[in-house]
């Protein structure tokens, strides 16, 4: 049997790229990326000159069989893709589920992911919290939002600099508006930036000044006395 490594790769800035990670893709038979076109640039950088198989969310039905056919061979594959860690809010489940399934063994490297440095960074709770990454656009997501109406944990919540402000207004209307807020952007890039606030003041910041780059949202839960007193 093969191993299968998840592989992370910078969120902006290169240097985040671990000396294991770099050595992990030279020595693989084979590495599955996201973009080949993203990942190119990537790899050439590092001087990684591996072979490069397209691997994303259109196509990982078809190509995750013969992929585990590879790693049963013997073959090591590693998966990477455009940024940050495989299987969060990008392609990866699906291949790990199907390998586990045939008793390969995965290896997740330690590296890049957007929503720990913005949680960190953003002076809310982090001793517990809830993951909920992109929202629904349109079915299921006011039953998401009102679902968490009550949550106490922290939530993280990944958007597009082009979606943000109709979701923070969504948020006010849900949580209301006092709720507390952090949102980062361009996390690891030159310009990146933490907005914290209330849902108001976070609002009013974005409508003067439009949102770029990546972007991820950490929202306050509940007070639990809060909750307890509504009882």
């Known amino acids: 049997m093969g191993i299968l490594y998840i592989v992370p790769t910078p969120i902006g800035n290169l240097e985040d790229m671990t000396l294991r990670a770099i050595r992990i893709l030279k020595e693989a038979d084979l590495v599955l990326a996201e973009d080949t076109r993203t990942s190119g ?4 950088h ?4 591996n072979q490069l198989m397209s691997h994303h969310k259109f196509n990982e039905h078809t190509t995750t069989h013969n992929i585990v056919e590879r790693l049963k061979a013997g073959q090591t594959i590693a998966l990477i893709s455009d940024a940050g860690t495989p299987g969060i809010s990008d392609p990866g489940f699906f291949l790990v589920r199907e390998a586990v399934a045939e008793g390969i063994e995965v290896q997740t490297l330690p590296g890049p992911t957007a929503f720990v440095p913005a949680l960190v960074s953003s002076g809310l709770p982090d001793d517990r919290f809830c993951f909920e990454g992109f929202l629904p656009q349109k079915k299921g997501r006011a039953t998401r939002l009102e679902s968490l109406k009550e949550e106490t944990r922290t939530m993280i919540f990944y958007e597009s600099p082009y979606r943000l402000l109709k979701t923070l207004r969504q948020f006010a209307e849900v949580f209301g508006e006092e709720r507390q807020v952090s949102v980062s952007r361009e996390i690891s890039k030159l ?7 209330t849902l108001a003041e976070v ?3 974005f409508t003067e000044v439009e949102p770029r780059g990546e972007i991820v949202i950490v929202l306050s839960g509940i007070n639990p006395k809060d909750k307890k007193s509504k009882k």
């Open 41 to 44: 640039v990537l790899l050439k």
């Open 191 to 197: 310009h990146e930036q933490h907005i914290r606030g």
């Open 46 to 49: 590092y001087d990684v000159k």
């Open 203 to 205: 609002i009013a910041h």
